[in-house]
């Protein structure tokens, strides 16, 4: 979207790869209102799935969705089957902070 602002935190993602949000309690609690707003109609509240896939396990049908940027070309571009393209209604840093939250789902 021609109107997001590009943080830091997106350029050193667009840099690295990996989110500069993992860790971050303030980001992770921005993701989790996020989430919450835009994904718990299909991933459920506590990321266990429901029509969207589990989030809160290790299992990836495809390898590159368990990285940092694999999960924001999911979210950001869409995925197979009912997973919507976000990248036009959600800034680049919001999807960073939403995969903030959803990496603290893991059980493990």
């Known amino acids: 979207r021609a109107d997001q602002i590009i943080t830091p935190a997106v ?8 989110n500069p949000y993992k860790g971050d309690a303030a980001a992770i609690a921005a993701g989790e209102q996020l989430f919450r707003r ?3 109609s299909c991933h459920l509240t506590d990321g266990s799935g429901a029509i969207g896939p589990n989030l809160t396990d290790d299992n990836w049908r495809y390898p590159r969705t368990a990285t940092d940027q694999g999960k924001f070309e999911i979210i950001y571009a869409g995925g197979a089957g ?12 919001d999807i ?4 903030a939250f959803v990496d603290t789902l893991s059980q493990d």
């Not at 009912?82 to 840093?93: E, K, S």
């Not at 960073?96 to 995969?99: D, E, T």
Request: hydrophobic share 50%; with cysteine.
């Open 11 to 18: 350029e050193r993602f667009h840099a690295s790869g990996e």
């Open 96 to 99: 960073l902070k939403i995969i």
């Open 38 to 40: 835009w994904c718990r």
């Open 82 to 93: 009912a997973m919507l393209a976000f990248g036009w209604r959600l800034d680049q840093d």
